[in-house]
């Protein structure tokens, strides 16, 4: 179709793809498994041109398209994805690097608290924080109610903030 | 701001890592190469999965909402129309009969005299009232 010709997919690729590998980085905490996901929606759009044709927003589609696709990622890992949260702190960080020692070492508890967070609770977290989604964009991006993604939200933020507290205060 | 809003803003504002330059050019060869050729494995939406891919659940739903509807209505159906149509036609002997009979019904109808007034009721004479009651009512 005109609409997908490779260009297209360029183009998708240029204004979606930093969101999508934050968001996968994320959740899957790893860097091959991000790419891989990342890789596999790109080829889904490829065969399917018109995937896009009925989405009212872009962003929240490929979202989508990239939560389905980690979790099928990690079923289909299936012992492995059972230590996503608790060896989070050890695998890859969704954050850019910094040479600044105090952003350093946030960004580092940072990632470490949201590798502690379950799965789901990280998921809404990024979304609210990160991709700038309502919770009404974030309930239709995860398949969920919009009250579960602000119970969501609201208890991973509590755990960030009890874990980074200390730190934060320190720092501020 | 409050404290509790300052921190949601400190996280909101921490940068997110770039995606490795390399991987743009080795995933778009990937997706054109797969693009090209058919998929073995994914097959392309139907026509009907495309008409209902917004909210396939709800769609469902409602078909099983229609198909408990029809099923109830047609369980509960009138038969009368259909054991009237089943039933033949009276014989020709059988309508000149009743003709006949209707004939026969009115011509009494016109014949028959002037009703005469109802007889009154014979007046009886007043039967002993019975004497068990105030017996009962004594005890």
């Known amino acids: 179709m005109e609409t997908q010709m490779p260009s297209e997919l360029e183009r998708l690729y240029d204004e979606h793809a930093l969101a999508l590998f934050a968001f996968i980085l994320n959740f899957t905490r790893d860097e ?13 759009l490829a065969r399917s041109p018109d995937l896009l044709a009925s989405a009212r927003d872009e962003r929240a589609f490929l979202l989508r398209l990239a939560h389905n696709a980690a979790i099928d990622l990690m079923r289909r890992r299936g012992t492995r994805s059972k230590h996503h949260g608790q060896f989070g702190a050890e695998q890859s960080s969704a954050f850019a690097p910094t040479s600044d020692p105090d952003e350093v070492a946030f960004r580092a508890a940072l990632s470490a608290a949201l590798g502690e967070l379950p799965a789901d609770q990280r998921a809404v977290v990024h979304l609210k924080l990160w991709a700038g989604l309502t919770f009404e964009e ?9 009250n579960t993604a602000a119970s969501r939200y609201r208890y991973g933020l509590d755990k960030l ?4 507290r200390p730190l934060y205060d320190e720092i501020k | 701001m409050n404290p509790e809003a300052q921190f949601e803003e400190r996280l909101r504002r921490q940068p997110l890592r770039k995606v490795p330059a390399d991987w743009r050019a080795e995933i778009m060869s990937a997706a054109h190469t797969a ?4 998929s073995a494995f994914t097959p392309r939406p139907s026509l009907l999965s495309t008409l209902f891919s917004p909210h396939p659940k709800a769609w469902a739903g409602l078909a099983a909402v229609w198909v ?5 209505q047609f369980a509960s159906r009138d038969r009368t129309e259909v054991v009237a149509r089943t039933t033949p036609p009276p014989s ?4 000149m009969a009743l003709r006949q009979q209707k004939l026969l019904l009115l011509a009494e109808l016109v014949e028959q005299p002037e009703p005469r007034a109802a007889d009154r009721p014979k007046a009886l004479p007043p039967r002993p009232r019975s004497q068990l009651r105030p017996q009962f009512l004594n005890i």
Not at chain 1, 32 to 38: A, M, P, Q, T
Not at chain 1, 138 to 146: G, S, V, W
Not at chain 2, 92 to 95: A, D, H, N, V
Request: charged share 25%.
């Open chain 1, 32 to 44: 091959n498994d991000s790419r891989d996901v990342l890789q596999e929606i790109f080829i889904k």
């Open chain 1, 138 to 146: 974030i309930a239709t991006t995860l398949e969920i109610p919009l």
């Open chain 1, 161 to 164: 903030r009890a874990r980074l």
């Open chain 2, 35 to 38: 693009g090209s050729r058919p």
């Open chain 2, 68 to 72: 408990v509807i029809l099923s109830l």
């Open chain 2, 92 to 95: 020709p002997e059988m309508l």
